[in-house]
């Protein structure tokens, strides 16, 4: 039901670096962890870049939107700096460079799809496009070292489905709601990826008694890690990635 790593690094490096950069990536690995989540969306040109708001402000100084802005303007925007100042500098990344680094580093990916508004399907649709692309050298039987999809968007995940039907998917709710089953079922997902806060361990036998695989955002507690993996859980990621090591 999950065959992919335990212990996830939240946007890379969780509370260690500016999210969904390369120096994120970087410290995730240096701090042990060979596998990372972290979030992708469309340029205005259509290109994937990581990125986790669609509004500038917060990771990107500024006002303006990824959805209006050119992939190279992106990657010329200060990333870091708002983290730190040893940050400075560092660029918002291709989502082909990061799968790069991490296929080089030997680093699995569960890829959320973050469409800004009204981009669903399209976003769907190029990430895995471009994903399929980017893993064409990997057979289909050796799932281990393929992405993981996961959104809270249906619409995308059902694009990428038909896009790049060889990827796996797990479908994203903050709660689990009733319909979940029929949900994973038409996505033909793996897993369903919900927030621990609202999961309950009678939900969770119920997922995997369905034959799915479970995983929680974002844990960040040893003492919460441990008892949601006593439920049955088989996965979560976490920010801190100082307190929760990889082989926890």
Known sequence: ??????????????????????AAMRCGWEHGFAAV????????DGVPVLM?????GRTVPGSGSVADTLATDLQAMDAGKWFADSFKG???????????????????MNVEIKPSPGTEEETGRVVAEQTQTLFADV???????LPLFSSFSFAALMA????????????????????????LQELAAKALHTNHKYLT????????DAGYGVFCYTVNTPERAAEILHWGVDAFCTDRIDLIPADF
């Open 90 to 108: 560092e660029p918002v990344p291709l989502y082909a460079e990061v799968v790069r680094f991490c296929r080089q580093h030997g680093i699995w």
């Open 52 to 56: 986790h708001d669609p509004e500038f």
């Open 37 to 44: 989540e972290f979030d992708v969306m469309l340029s205005k």
């Open 160 to 183: 990428a489905k038909h896009a790049a039907p060889t990827i796996p998917r797990g479908f994203l709710v903050d709660k689990v709601t009733p319909d979940w089953k029929a949900r």
């Open 1 to 22: 039901m999950w065959p992919y790593p335990k212990v996830i690094a939240h946007r890379g490096g969780g509370t260690l670096a500016p999210e969904n950069t390369l």
């Open 139 to 145: 057979a289909v039987v050796d799932a281990l070292h």
């Open 201 to 208: 361990p009678e939900q969770v036998r119920e997922v995997k």
